[in-house]
């Protein structure tokens, strides 16, 4: 278990750090509060729900330990959300970098179609 809580949680220093490196100093503090929310409202209150709910519609009889194939309908549940989890973070992930060339010229950096 201790190794797999660590590398469950390895994501949230870099996260931090990242976060930290493109709010502005005076609220810092609230973007990370912020963001540990929503991780956790999502991650740790929502995500268990959710995949309950759809091993127990994949399993609905409750059987599935009679026929020695235990486990086969939280698999099914994951397969179901995980990819639709990567989808959304990528899709997000295009959002935030549209935003990149507007944030360094509002920054005073130079934009990368000026850079020769």
Do not use: K
């Not at 959002?95 to 005073?108: K, V």
Request: with cysteine; proline share 6%; net charge neutral.
């Amino acid at each position: 278990m201790i190794p797999a809580f660590f590398i469950n949680t390895l994501h949230l220093a870099p996260l931090a750090a990242a976060l930290l490196d493109v709010v502005p100093s005076e609220s810092r503090a609230s973007a990370v509060a912020i963001s540990l929310f929503i991780q956790r409202i999502l991650g740790s209150a929502f995500a268990p729900l959710l995949i309950g709910m759809l091993a127990g519609y994949f399993d609905s009889t409750g059987l599935h330990f009679l026929h020695n194939a235990a486990g086969r309908d939280i698999v099914l549940a994951l397969v179901c959300t995980c990819p639709l989890a990567f989808a959304g973070a990528g899709i997000t992930s295009i959002i935030g970098l549209r935003w990149i060339p507007t944030d360094r010229s509002a920054a005073g950096g130079e934009h990368p179609s000026q850079v020769a």
